[in-house]
């Protein structure tokens, strides 16, 4: 248990007031259209959008998750966290084209990339997906701030998932994306500063630099100091063949659109940069800082490790950024460290509730229910969607003991099977809507069976997790690809609206040569 | 003609090029030698600080090749943005 002196009182609630303000700010912007609550105008320099993309990936649950596999497995963990390096190539190839596509959502690209009914299929799908998902991913974080305050302050969990939630709604209630981004960009700052001033503190408190390198020695376990401490080729916990699948992975995924869950915020903040070079310096700065603040973190947890080696208990180990933070800074430092704490929640909070709501406002009401709505009336809808993510999410986080194993599983089908078909979509012209959805299914029943159903059984063994990538994806091809080759291709004449607007990379030249003939390009 | 183009028409630089090539094979290096130069130079080794020098020198340069490319494109595309926009907002009403 934590006990807050008057001046960690202060800061915890100048930081409260300082966020909420920056709703009210912003709110007569945010209310002036669907394009200002979603997307803010799709008028921002890069820096705002970056700093999102680093504040809204700093959530509460990432420390405990980047203390997990540092502590377990020193700086060759850091590998894990690199598979935010999708961005290194989606800066410049996925956000470029999708920053042409002015789509304001994931769903809706799927609309100009498709046509026919394939495409609404896809729409209606992506949309119903993308809701559900923000609203689990509410409640997971929202889960793991009631936990903290739980080892901080002895509060039930559901305190801190209900408290800290509802008080991010009031300014994502209020402006929209507007004041999402505007409070991530204070937020950023204050998690960054709490990240560098509580990790230094705590590499001081475990000896110093040399001190921590001095007692991995003496404990015989100077490993952890080096990032490529392999265990064999295909042989122990880190092996070659993870490496290179998680390489794989990571950064060619970035030819894609979806090959990374974080994509899809990553999609609301390319969208609202105001031109096609802010969109791709947003998100490469915005990962850059991720990676960076990993790094950091890491050199925390080596040092929370020479202070408490080989504990055993994953539980106890996740929480080695917190400890090192909460039980080491001194008295008047705690309210900061725990306001940074709550600027790293918020700002994750507030991105999901405004990104699942374009899904419920943009692709389902505006496009099925009332396509003639008003600005005024897409703004209330945005603001009504949002509620009932909040609501779901407290629901959701309730009941998160219980699910959190299948919505991982839901998390790592979508990862999978269709990391190809996500980049075919974007790369190949010829691939089309039924291959995609096809895609989708067959990625459903093959991660069924090779994940869990024939291991039951005994009918083949537990397979590593990136063995279990190869085979799903080669499985899932074995069906997209002949549906693909069996069906019509996508409508000529919307492919070369698609293609003049995007100007996407790869294997286009049957659109490029049409686009061509109707003097559409040079 | 220079092997890194620094002058782009925007039609030109609507097609995907070598300096797109450099910055798409530049750029995971780069974020691989920041990430683990911060974490070693953090902890005061030699090799860190030369990752992160190294990481530093690969972030310039893929902006230095690609940034005259992406304001080229920028430039281009706002002026077809609105376009595109009404049309999007007509996909969207089911007006078309």
Redo the contacts between chains.
Sequence with gaps: MVKFAFLDYFWLVLYLILMTGAGVLFYNLGKRSEADFFLAG?SLPWWLPAMSVYATHTATDTPMWVSGVIYKHG?RG?WYT?FS?WC??A???SA?IFR?S??YSQA?WQ??RYSGLGSELLRGWMAGWGFFLNMFILGWVGMAMGKLCNYLFGWENWVGLVFFSSITAVYVLSAGYWGVVMADFQQGIIAFLVIVIAS?WG?REAGG??G??QKLYELGESWR?N?FHFTGFFSGDFPVAWFITMIIIA?LG?FGMGTSIDWYAEAQRIQSAK????A?YSI?WG??LT??R???W??AI?AFFVMNPFLTDVKEYEMAWFRIAFEHLPAGMTGFLFAGVVAIHISTISTHLNLGSIYLT?DIY??YVK??ASQKELVWMGRIATLFLLIGSFIYGSMMEEITKWLIFALWIMGAGMWLPNILQVVWWRFNSWGYLSAWIANLGFSWLVVWILPTFGVIPELPDYLQFWILMFLTALVYIPVTLLTEPEDMEHLV?YYV?T?P?GWWKPVEEEARKRGL?? | MAFIRRNWTPEEANKWTREDVIAIIVSPFAYAFLMIGVALSLLLFLWGFVFLIIGIILTGVMHWVIDPKLKAVSSEYEKKQREYIENLEKIVSWRE
């Design positions: 799709r700086f850091l690199f390096a290194a190539i800066a410049f190839v470029r042409r002015v789509a809706e609309s100009l230094l590499v630099p040399y921590i390198v100091l990032p950064v970035g031109t096609v070079r802010d791709s490469w990962t850059a990676l960076m990993n790094a950091i890491a050199v080596i943009r505006h496009h396509p003639d609206k607007m100007r990379i390009i040079k």
